[in-house]
């Protein structure tokens, strides 16, 4: 953000609450950007077959991720679970079980992380143009990466090879 949310004006870097922060150089305005992380929340959709892992247009060829997507105004995270797999896959949630909330420090957002056991025949939205269906062991790749989400879901649903560890630091 370059310039105030209310009056126009460029801002000014400034530490506020010890951190650095953008802020507007008109007191009397008192506008600060806050910068705070984006809820977004992240689905590991289950059918009888398997995960689904899809490709979204935008990414790059042959990359497939879980399904993810905003919350909506006044939206509860379970709510915009069930919506996103709704719209992107055309599936029907049967039952979501909460994984965790984890930072995506990179985008700034914060993710809300839902298991999702869904039924119905896959019809992908626009924004998608392929998926495939994986095993849960085929996602062993992903924990030990350090992608956090994968990892506590798979302590819960104990399929984690013990000699599978990950650190705090490794991130997104």
């Given at each position: 953000?370059?310039?105030?949310?209310?009056?126009?004006?460029?801002?000014?870097?400034?530490?506020?609450?010890?951190?650095?922060?953008?802020?507007?150089?008109?007191?009397?305005?008192?506008?600060?950007?806050?910068?705070?992380?984006t809820p977004v929340v992240a689905m590991l959709v289950e059918t009888e077959e398997g995960i689904v892992l899809a490709h979204n247009k935008a990414f790059p060829p042959g990359m497939f991720s879980?399904?993810?997507?905003?919350?909506?105004?006044?939206?509860?995270?379970?709510?915009?679970a069930v919506r996103e797999t709704r719209e992107e896959l055309s599936l029907e949630?049967?039952?979501?079980?909460?994984?965790?909330a984890f930072p995506f420090r990179r985008m700034n957002q914060l993710v809300l992380v839902y298991h999702v056991f869904a039924s119905g025949a896959i019809r992908l939205n626009e924004e998608l143009d392929d998926y495939r269906i994986v095993q849960r062991t085929d996602l062993l790749g992903y924990a030990e990466s350090g992608r956090f989400e994968v990892?506590?879901?798979?302590?819960?649903?104990?399929?984690?090879?013990?000699?599978?560890?990950?650190?705090?630091?490794?991130?997104?």
């Open positions: 953000m370059k310039y105030c949310g209310k009056c126009g004006r460029e801002l000014i870097p400034a530490v506020i609450d010890e951190r650095r922060r953008l802020r507007c150089p008109d007191e009397a305005c008192g506008y600060v950007f806050w910068n705070n992380p879980f399904i993810t997507g905003f919350l909506e105004a006044g939206e509860a995270p379970e709510e915009a949630a049967d039952r979501t079980e909460f994984v965790g990892a506590v879901w798979f302590e819960r649903m104990r399929v984690l090879r013990p000699e599978v560890t990950l650190s705090p630091e490794s991130g997104q």
